[in-house]
């Protein structure tokens, strides 16, 4: 690994807050949260980034990769400015989820899993994010969840994205 460092202060500042809430002896435990602070300054995370995650929780890089693997809000290859995920396990496919899906890949003009040419978008597809009865449901960043997501809707959510 190079001495560059890939987190900056703020971001170390904000992993040292997870780390503490747990004991010292335990400090692995605020993995999670320290890949979403590195995820969140970087949009995904590299091996590199990883590594260095890994370096100061005092973990094995392989352990550190093996939770971002595990879990689908890790970003393990670029992704757009705005990564939208649509729910389309079988309740919100029932409630439209497929149709919206088709409507976000011809506006986008992308499949799933794709980046659009200026690098805004990336769509994904999403796993049950808890939220049947706000079918259709689109996420947003992994952080935002947008619900009854109609053209309209969709319309709306992507000139606000700009």
């Known amino acids: 690994m190079s001495d560059t460092k ?7 500042t904000l992993i040292d807050r997870e780390v503490a809430k747990y004991p010292a002896e335990h400090k692995r435990s605020a993995v999670m949260g320290a890949l979403r602070i590195a995820q969140t300054e970087h949009r995904w995370l ?4 990883i590594a260095e995650v890994a370096d100061y929780l005092g973990m094995a890089p392989v352990a550190v990769y093996e939770v971002a693997s595990f879990y ?40 799933f899993g794709e980046t659009t040419a200026d690098g805004k978008y990336t769509l994904v ?18 952080h935002k969840m947008c619900s009854h997501m109609t053209p309209d809707a969709i319309d709306k959510k992507l000139a606000e994205l700009g």
Do not use: F, R, W
Not at 125 to 142: Q, R
């Open 125 to 142: 597809e999403g796993e049950c994010m808890g939220a049947c009865g706000s079918a259709p449901v689109l996420l947003v960043n992994d």
């Open 46 to 49: 590299s091996n590199e980034l």
């Open 72 to 111: 689908n809000m890790y970003n393990l290859k670029p992704v757009g400015l705005h990564k939208l995920a649509v729910c389309t396990n079988l309740p919100c496919a029932l409630s439209g989820a497929m149709s919206t899906a088709e409507y976000l890949k011809q506006k986008l003009g992308i499949g």
């Open 6 to 12: 890939l987190l900056s202060a703020a971001a170390c």
